[in-house]
């Protein structure tokens, strides 16, 4: 499969703990984005890389998150001290900059619980 | 900022008809609309964009409309089949910060 991955699928955690959950975007990808979906929502964004620099941060990104795009490849978000208002689905998503191509290919998400 | 509004109420119709979304935004006129599908449980999937400057984008059985004066895209399933079942999507692409504005999503329920 030539998709987006994202691992794990779903992740339960206890008030306080922290999580970390990982993408692999589409291998030829140079941007990749992070964003947050509630039951009823559409997705809300997050940040975006392109390549291993992160570009853009939403206010939604409080300092409790934290992403990662080592070497521009797979990217990792991590967040801590997690609240149970940060139970969500996780989605991550690829594209290629290139003039013209704006359409993103989205992952399964991960989908967050928080006790 | 842009905001992007959809019919939050659930969209039901017969097997063989036509599904109409709409999507609604509020303020610039976005350079581009895109249009996504989302199944339970699944990440959205992309299915057509349409420009400013285009008055209408064609893919088998969907069709989007850009009106700028009424600040509305409109969405077609035509012959609409149950396979077509899912949550539409309406997002804006900030051109500037790549980042998508989505709307809330429809859903649509096709009944054989």
């Known amino acids: 499969d030539t998709g987006v991955s994202q691992d794990p699928r779903h992740k339960i955690t206890k008030r306080g703990q922290n999580v970390t959950f990982r993408c692999d975007p589409i291998?030829?990808?140079?941007?990749l984005y992070w964003y947050r979906q509630t039951l009823g929502q559409g997705p809300e964004f997050l940040t975006y890389?392109?390549?291993?620099?992160?570009?853009?941060k939403s206010r939604l990104l409080s300092d409790r998150f934290s992403a990662e795009r080592p070497k521009g490849s797979f990217s990792t978000l991590e967040i801590q001290r997690t609240e149970q208002g940060d139970s969500a689905m996780y989605l991550c998503?690829?594209?290629?900059?290139?003039?013209?191509?704006?359409?993103?290919?989205f992952g399964p998400g991960t989908r967050l619980t928080v006790t | 900022s842009q905001k992007i509004e959809q019919n939050s109420e659930a969209l039901n119709i017969q097997e063989g008809k036509t599904a109409t979304l709409t999507c609604n935004y509020t303020?610039?006129?976005?350079?581009?609309l895109q249009w996504y599908r989302q199944d339970p449980g699944r990440g959205p999937v992309f299915l057509l964009l349409?420009?400013?400057?285009?008055k209408e984008k064609r893919k088998e059985r969907l069709k989007v409309t850009f009106d700028t004066t009424l600040k509305q895209s409109l969405f077609h399933i035509t012959a609409s089949q149950p396979a077509d079942s899912a949550t539409y999507l309406c997002?804006?692409?900030?051109?500037?910060?790549?980042?998508?504005?989505f709307g809330s999503g429809t859903r649509l329920q096709v009944q054989p």
């Open positions: 349409i420009r400013e400057n285009e």
């Open positions: 890389f392109q390549n291993e620099a992160q570009l853009e």
């Open positions: 998503a690829s594209s290629l900059a290139f003039r013209g191509i704006y359409e993103q290919y």
């Open positions: 303020n610039y006129s976005p350079a581009y």
């Open positions: 997002a804006h692409l900030d051109t500037g910060r790549r980042a998508l504005t």
């Open positions: 291998s030829e990808h140079n941007r």
